[in-house]
């Protein structure tokens, strides 16, 4: 290059302005690196992954064929049935390892001895896949969008020391209908009933999505809203005291809280057995649920009256809203 001036291939050397060399003058000086790849970790990763979706895209169609247990690969999932069991499937990331047979099976068996009574609501099959990735001491949920996936933790077969130390916390605080269990399978039992409580909620507020009503604390959808939502005082609930009430001088005496309607998910601790039913209407129900589904003639009334709702709703006879 002449000095201040930059070769162009049809009008020859080109004065450069002051702007222009400054330009060059830059580029002389700034170091220039032939290094353009990404480090080294991420580079594996990203080949990692395209390595893996290349693999999924070419291997679509049954995986695995063994103790009754059938797994198909669709997109980056893997779709696990279990013989005998339609009324259940498995849908879990690929890149989680399978359980093992007697998992699936143990689970398949719970959900089905659960849905058996509600032949509408068993038609639709469930949805369940076991995480590892469930965070702190959640044993389990539920998606709210469709086809509200039910997640059951790993830890409740693999750490069973931690989940039985849980599951003592819980019974001494009456945390839940669930933490009356005495083992570890009855334990897992009641967990997988609560959830698939939350995905029968879920699927009657579905069917009356725009059936809606306002109350004084919530949407009501459904029926099942309108049982968790329907106003009843604390007294009636079951508890019989309160915190005292400060009368003011000329003042008519007030009014006990026990005695001031809530919605029923409020104050309904079912039989004082479920603190954690009173934290929504959704653990409500399903903790109502539970307690029908597991103690039957010896559940409390409000067992009783949310296993009666799903029959009513998902039970013989049962139609799905037009």
């Known amino acids: 290059m002449a000095a201040g001036k930059v070769h162009h291939w049809k009008h020859g050397w080109i004065p450069l302005d002051a702007y222009a060399r400054a330009v060059v003058a830059r580029k002389r ?12 970790e991420a580079l594996k990763r990203a080949k990692a992954r395209q390595a893996r979706w290349t693999h999924l895209q070419e291997s679509q169609g049954p995986l695995t064929s063994s103790d009754g247990i059938t797994s198909q ?27 093992p047979p ?25 949805e369940i896949s076991f995480s590892p990735e469930l965070p702190g001491t959640v044993m389990a949920d539920t998606g709210i969008g469709e ?14 020391g931690e989940t039985m130390a849980a599951l003592t916390d819980m019974k001494t605080r009456h945390w839940g209908v669930f933490a009356e269990a005495n083992d570890l399978e ?3 039992r009641d967990v997988i009933t609560h959830e698939i409580g939350h995905v029968l909620h879920n699927r009657d507020e579905d069917e009356n999505k725009y059936n809606g009503v306002f109350t004084t604390t919530t949407i009501s959808k459904g029926e099942i809203d309108q049982f968790t939502d329907e106003a009843v005082t604390p007294r009636q609930a079951g508890f019989t005291s309160a915190a005292a009430q400060v ?32 934290t929504n209407k959704y653990e409500y129900f399903a903790e109502a649920f539970l307690d029908g589904t597991i103690n039957g003639s010896k559940a409390t009334d409000s067992g ?5 709702l799903v029959g009513k709703i998902f039970g013989p006879g049962s139609e799905k809203p037009q």
Not at 153 to 158: A, G, K, N
């Open 186 to 188: 009855s334990f897992r």
């Open 29 to 40: 000086t700034e170091k220039v690196t032939t290094d353009i790849h990404p480090p080294a």
């Open 73 to 99: 690969r669709i997109g980056g999932f893997r779709v696990t049935k279990v013989d005998g069991y339609p009324e259940v499937r498995f849908r879990e990331v690929v890149d989680f390892a399978p359980r």
């Open 304 to 308: 009783k009256r949310a296993v009666a």
């Open 147 to 160: 086809p509200h996936r039910v997640r059951v933790s790993t830890r409740m077969w693999d750490e069973p």
């Open 102 to 126: 007697e998992q699936y099976r143990e689970v398949a068996k719970v959900a089905q001895d659960v849905l058996k009574p509600y032949p509408r609501a068993a038609a639709d099959p469930l």
């Open 247 to 278: 009368r003011k001088p000329g003042t008519a005496p007030p009014t006990s809280p026990l005695d001031v309607p809530k919605a029923r998910w409020q104050v309904d601790t079912l039989g004082q057995k479920s603190a954690y039913a009173t």
